[in-house]
Nanobody
Framework: QYQLIESGGGLVQPGVSLTLSCTAS????????VGWVRQAPGKEREGILC????????YYEDSVKGRFTIYRDGAKNMVYLQMSTLKPEDTARYYC????????????????WGQGTQVTVSS
């Protein structure tokens, strides 16, 4: 069973940076495409970005370009979502998700998911 565990969420003020972490239980993340998806209250889930098995990055959400990035640390078996200049509209539950082949075309069609971590941006 594939299990992803997110951490690092919290309540932050607008304009600050925050890094979310995703780790895997029982398998190695290096062999999977891993992405981040978020869901704001009352809204549908939206794909944000994904890192492929060859470390290519795909962005699905224009509003995060230039502010968010994704990277791996294979030694720690972690994937990170580095977020900067956070805005209130970034408030959402953030999910880490994985795919055995490649980053999904629409940013949502992953094979397995974590439980999510809440990020709230508010002054």
């Amino acid at each position: 069973q594939y299990q992803l565990i997110e951490s690092g969420g919290g309540l932050v003020q607008p304009g600050v940076s925050l890094t979310l972490s995703c780790t895997a239980s029982g398998f190695t993340l290096d062999t999977y495409a891993v992405g981040w998806v978020r869901q704001a209250p009352g809204k549908e889930r939206e794909g944000i970005l994904c890192i492929s098995r060859s470390d290519d990055i795909t962005y699905y959400e224009d509003s995060v370009k230039g502010r968010f990035t994704i990277y791996r640390d294979g030694a720690k078996n972690m994937v990170y979502l580095q977020m900067s200049t956070l805005k209130p509209e970034d408030t959402a539950r953030y999910y880490c998700a994985g795919d055995g082949l490649s980053c999904p075309g629409y940013g949502l069609e992953y094979d397995f998911w974590g439980q999510g971590t809440q990020v709230t941006v508010s002054s």
